[in-house]
């Protein structure tokens, strides 16, 4: 049986849907991201799980009991908050400590569990200082251990990164990782860096204007995506409309070149287009494999990668490559030709964002 | 166009002295309305009538008259700012905890704005125009009945034969409070937009009750705030002058009206023993700003840090 279940849960806001009919089963010691844009319902949802709204319906239950109507100070979830949210007030340990302090524990008690979660966030020596004497990376570490010190049952994270530069969030995102998996704890992370939400979760859910689109593992949802949406928002993705030109052989054709796709079955006569991830298209031709041939449009260095995108008969096609010392990097404007697997493209009949 | 440059010794710009001529009127505003007249009132405070060095100024010290008006004073000046403050801060809360509609808040602004600076003789003027003996309000309640405390009707009800009286203390600290309250709320409302709602909610999440934000969070991050306000009202109910003398005509002796008196160039006045009277004020506010800092330092630990 599921730690936490959401059941149909609903939330409007003066006539706006914000989340609609939400269902999910999360087992005790997973990691969940709730991913997408926003405005897509996945911030509300954290706060009704947290008890800071009420749902309008459906219902949320922990550990088999109805939290629904519970209020926040009694649900024994940890919360970690996108500005920190420490108290200016107290020092590093005494924020820690602040929800053993509330709850009437011993001193004893209170400072024992401080030194523990001071431990494990490495940071026993800032025991003393105050909020801001101490870095972003730091007051964000230290809220995670304060949110830990009660021993929640589930802990709640709120894009808990985004307020920190870049390098500061892969080492916290890792650091998130670790000391969840130290102590096994059912969390659930709301994140709009789909690249965050790949990288540390068990499973996924990602949303859209209020309403669950997939539900997976990160392979799932970046593999087999349910729909244009959570192919478009995860990862980097050619989306190009083609024309069916042979159904029974599954060929269509972009501009004048034609491609082996395959599955036309689901297609009920919508716009068609191809999907294939720009990882997959590589450069030259290829016996067998779906070749296509244009002109370099542009080229980009994204670091470890090089993204060239071609046009091709009108269309721009995006191709990344690991970007290798010995990469010969083609330029704008010359002829080019670019190929991929028969198997690394689909077919879809959603209508383009 | 023309590129500033820096200084090459110094690094600083130099036109950056320009910008000080702007605040030229200000210094000599300081310099004349200030430093001058305080000059003068502290020496003042030590020469006679000639000039000469005197202590004799303050001599009111033995006088329990005088001193009883600074007491007075500082008790008038302490009732009001309590009160005063513990209302206008229960305001500014009820407009800034985002339970009151935004017009609320608009309207109170301006209002405290206004009344924040609504004193001397309108203001007295006002309270004899509502309370006074044949105020409205006043006249108001003489036409309606009251039970007293035996359960008797009171019919009419005037408030004057009950105890109250405008032109006594207890109306001067009615006038005070209606400049104290909203002057509290102009000062305390960016206190209380500062406190993040993510505070309430963390503090929430991790099991506490409403009653304990209160005590370890919310309060504590006010307390500077607060105190800073409470000796605001505090120096502006101590200093005040024109409301009590026009409200009262000086029958309370407040040590501004005790100064008044002596300033006023009638042929009772000695400017002198005035000079010395307001240096006591100095002295008053000095100590309580020194115990203001004091406290500030214990309470405000974590902003200095």
Request: charged share 15%.
């Amino acid at each position: 049986m599921a730690q936490l279940e959401l059941n149909h849960i609903s939330k409007s806001f003066s006539g706006t849907i914000a989340v609609h009919d939400f269902n999910l089963a999360v087992e005790t010691g997973e990691f969940i991201s709730f991913l997408g844009p926003s405005g897509c319902g996945k911030t509300t949802t954290l706060r009704m799980l947290a008890g800071f709204e009420i749902p309008t319906s459906g219902t949320i239950r922990l550990d088999n009991r109805d939290l629904t109507l519970l209020p926040a100070n009694k649900r024994n979830m940890g919360m970690v908050f996108q500005s920190y949210a420490l108290f200016p007030n107290m020092t590093a340990a005494q924020n820690v400590g602040y929800g053993l302090k509330v709850a009437g524990k011993p001193k004893a008690e209170i400072e024992g569990r401080v030194n523990e979660m001071l431990d494990l966030i490495q940071m026993r020596d800032f025991a003393r200082r105050y909020p801001n004497q101490l870095s972003g990376g730091q007051q964000q570490r230290l809220a995670l251990a304060r949110a830990l010190a009660i021993r929640p049952q589930v802990l709640l994270l709120d894009e808990p990164l985004s307020a920190l530069d870049a390098k500061i969030r892969l080492e916290l995102r890792q650091e998130i990782r670790r000391i969840q998996q130290h102590l096994g704890i059912t969390t659930i992370y709301v994140t709009h860096d789909q690249e965050e939400a790949l990288s540390l979760s068990d499973r996924i859910v990602v949303m859209r204007r209020g309403v669950i689109q997939q539900v997976g593992t990160p392979q799932q949802i970046y593999n087999n995506p349910a729909g244009d949406f959570v192919a478009e928002f995860v990862g980097h993705i050619n989306l190009l409309p083609v024309e069916v030109d042979q159904p029974r052989q599954g060929i269509v054709r972009l501009g004048s070149q034609l491609i082996r796709a395959g599955q036309f079955e689901h297609l009920n006569g919508r716009p068609v287009r191809l999907a294939v991830r720009p990882e997959e298209l590589k450069s030259g031709f290829v016996e067998g494999a779906n070749n296509l041939t244009g002109k370099i449009e542009s080229v980009t260095y994204l670091g470890a990668i090089v993204r060239i995108r071609v046009d091709v008969d009108g269309h721009l096609v995006s191709l990344d490559m690991f970007n290798e010392r010995a990469l010969n990097i083609p330029a704008v404007g010359q002829p080019y030709a670019i190929h991929f697997p028969v198997g690394a493209c689909w077919l879809t009949n959603g209508e383009k964002e | 166009m023309k590129n500033k440059q820096l200084n090459r010794k110094s690094g600083k710009d130099p036109s950056r002295w320009k910008s000080l001529i702007g605040l030229l009127p200000f210094f000599f505003f300081i310099a004349f309305f200030l430093v001058m007249p305080s000059i003068t009132l502290f020496s003042g405070a030590f020469q006679d009538m000639d000039g000469q060095f005197t202590l004799a100024n303050f001599s009111f010290l033995q006088n329990t008259f005088a001193l009883k008006s600074y007491l007075t004073s500082i008790w008038v000046s302490l009732i009001t700012s309590v009160i005063g403050g513990a209302f206008g801060f229960f305001v500014a809360y009820a407009t800034t905890s985002g339970r009151a509609p935004r017009w609320m808040s608009t309207i109170l602004t301006t209002f405290s704005g206004l009344a924040a600076n609504f004193g001397g003789v309108p203001l007295a003027f006002a309270f004899i125009a509502t309370l006074g003996r044949t105020g409205f309000i006043t006249a108001l309640l003489k036409g309606i009945c009251l039970n007293g405390p035996d359960g008797a009707a009171i019919c009419p009800f005037n408030p004057y034969d009950h105890g109250f009286n405008l032109y006594s203390v207890v109306g001067l600290i009615l006038a005070y409070t209606y400049f104290q309250f909203p002057l509290m709320v102009l000062t305390i409302t960016p206190a209380l937009e500062g406190l993040k709602k993510e505070w309430v909610e963390a503090s929430t999440n991790l099991g506490s009750s409403s009653a304990q934000y209160w005590r370890y969070v919310a309060l504590p991050v006010l307390l500077p705030s607060l105190l800073g306000a409470t000796i605001l009202l505090f120096g502006n109910a101590f200093g005040a002058y024109a409301t009590a003398q026009a409200l009262t005509g000086g029958s309370i002796y407040l040590v501004t009206i005790m100064i008044g008196q002596q300033i006023r160039g009638d042929v009772l006045g000695n400017p002198n023993e005035g000079y010395a009277l307001a240096f006591g004020m100095v002295i008053i506010m000095s100590i309580t700003i020194f115990l203001y800092v004091m406290l500030q330092r214990k309470t405000a630990r974590w902003i200095k840090s």
